[in-house]
């Protein structure tokens, strides 16, 4: 930190940039975090070539030293999750619980891959030449740009990160705008670690400046990239240009089904969980609330009565179910598809007022419509508001057609005490991860994560299967 401003960390060094941000507390505008460096294309290209250096030597470092890093990134985080945790809501409104629950996660994300650091097994074969031995195994792919969004600052950029130093990448990480606190806070933590300068590089900055410079960089080896489908169109425009490995995951428009047999408890828990905590703000949340008739007006009684007893406001309060809305863009977002919503003739069973509480912040009760279609607009765009939509159909094969008809793939639940039902499900559904008789939203940090259609684009992130992106095949022929 230099002046007060949180310096972006190029070459091993903390870099002042000409122009910084304020980071404005979502929950009390009048709290500014602190003021962040913005880097320029030029100060992004610095942080290339550093990477470019640093990896040639972090490649060659000993597994036990890459082991021993990510271990100690992810005890601090561990450690320091109320701490962190404080950090990370107070910049993106969630409550305090999600944001210590996402720290804690993102420690786990790294000690995931500090043993997949000594899980790096090639294989051999016999060649059809005699006397020919054949062996494959995986190197680094190389400098990783990783550009993550706002909404889960620290577990994204943890995700994305830890694999990529296990395999003996370098990283230039540029985060959202609106968060940059929790993501100097975890660069700090990783400058502490004794990586080889240029190992790993933090460049805040804006999509136009910083992020285009990389994903137009020819020396850039691949870029992964979360956030809208609009951003990602682009960088899977730019990389392909110079045939540079890319890794999207973007929006979607998740549905839980809720079928006649299910219990109803769990079916309003899984609706009110995936729909409104976070605030919506989850490309996992379901917006889509898919209800077959009979049991239709039940439910919607029942989830009104829970929706009542939600309470929204300061996310740092004890009690406070719902934080706030992440900036002033998203909130002017929400009362639009508000609008929308009721002009395509939704009927607003619930909620969507907007909250005024002591200091000036984005809030807004989470909102229930009935009598929805799925050609809606609000069924159709991803809200991420504290928004949900009933979608009443007739049986089965309705909904899993209605869940199915979207142009993206995430996520898909459905309640129900059929086995025959959930089986079908679990086949049929087009998405990338299917829950039954759970939210749509909430994962493990072991296994594959990832959609279909425009949701995702590339190789799958997390679990083992990271190593798809962050590595690449070298076959070996050698001859005694
Ligand atoms: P965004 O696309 O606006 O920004 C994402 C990142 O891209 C930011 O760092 C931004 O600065 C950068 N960026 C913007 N323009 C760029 C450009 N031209 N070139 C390179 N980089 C650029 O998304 P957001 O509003 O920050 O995040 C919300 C979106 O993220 C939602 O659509 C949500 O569903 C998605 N998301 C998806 C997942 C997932 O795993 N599928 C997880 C979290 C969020």
């Known amino acids: 930190m230099s002046d007060n401003v949180f310096c972006n960390f190029i070459a091993g060094q903390w870099i002042d940039s000409a122009t910084n941000i304020a980071n404005i507390n979502p929950a009390n505008t009048n709290d500014i975090i602190g003021h962040y460096a913005q880097a320029d294309a030029e100060q992004t290209q610095q942080a290339i070539n550093a990477a470019i250096e640093g990896q040639l030597q972090w490649q060659q470092s000993g ?11 992810g005890d601090e985080l561990i450690e320091r999750k109320q701490e962190l945790g404080t950090l990370l809501s107070r910049e993106e409104g969630k409550t305090l619980a999600e944001g210590m629950g996402e720290v804690y996660r993102s420690g786990q994300f790294f000690h995931y891959y500090a043993a997949e650091v000594l899980r790096q097994m090639g294989e051999t074969a016999a060649s059809v ?7 494959t195994y995986r190197e680094p792919v190389g400098v990783v740009a990783i550009i993550t969004p706002w909404n889960f600052p620290t577990a994204t950029a943890a995700w994305k990160i830890a694999p990529a130093l296990a395999f003996g990448n370098a990283v230039v990480f540029k ?3 609106q968060v940059p606190a929790s993501a100097w806070a975890l660069t700090e933590i990783i400058s502490r670690q004794g990586l080889p300068e240029g190992t790993f590089n933090l460049v805040m900055g804006s999509g136009s400046e910083v992020g285009e410079t990389l994903i137009h960089s020819r020396q850039i080896d691949a870029v992964t990239f979360t956030g809208s489908l609009e951003t990602g169109r682009k960088v899977a425009a730019a990389t392909a240009i110079n045939l540079v490995k890319c890794q999207l995951e973007m929006g979607s428009k998740n549905a839980l089904v809720i079928l006649d047999d299910a219990d109803l408890d769990t079916a309003v828990e899984c609706a009110i969980s995936g729909a409104f905590f976070g605030t919506g703000q989850k490309c996992t949340a379901s917006s889509r609330l898919i209800v077959t008739e009979g049991i239709h007006d039940k439910f919607v009684a029942a989830a009104i009565e829970r929706m009542k007893k939600l ?3 300061d996310p740092m309060a004890e009690g406070v179910h719902i934080g706030a809305v992440a900036d002033a863009r998203q909130m002017e977002q929400n009362l639009s598809y508000l609008a929308s919503a009721s002009e395509d003739g939704a009927h607003l069973a619930y909620g969507g007022e907007v909250i005024e509480t002591e ?3 984005y809030f807004l009760s989470p909102a229930l419509f009935t009598h929805t279609t799925n050609q809606m607009k609000i069924n159709r765009d991803e809200t991420f508001a504290p928004i949900a ?3 009443k159909v007739k049986d089965y094969d309705e909904a899993l057609a209605t869940l199915n008809d979207t142009n993206y793939g995430l996520t898909g639940g459905i309640i ?4 025959k039902y959930a089986t079908d499900f679990k086949r049929n559904a087009k998405t990338g991860c299917v829950m039954v008789n759970l939210p749509t939203a909430g994962t493990d940090y072991h296994v594959p994560f990832g959609g279909r259609k425009e949701s995702s684009f590339g190789s799958r992130e ?5 190593k798809e992106f962050y590595t690449i095949v070298k076959t070996c022929y050698i001859s005694a």
């Open 462 to 466: 997390q679990g083992s299967y990271a």
């Open 359 to 361: 200091n000036p912040g």
């Open 175 to 177: 985060p959202a705008s």
């Open 129 to 135: 030449r005699p006397g020919i031995a054949i062996e």
């Open 389 to 391: 939509c009933v979608i």
């Open 63 to 73: 597994l036990e030293q890459r082991y021993s890093v990510l271990m100690s990134i």
């Open 311 to 313: 309470v929204v406001g």
């Open 416 to 419: 129900t005490q059929s086995l």
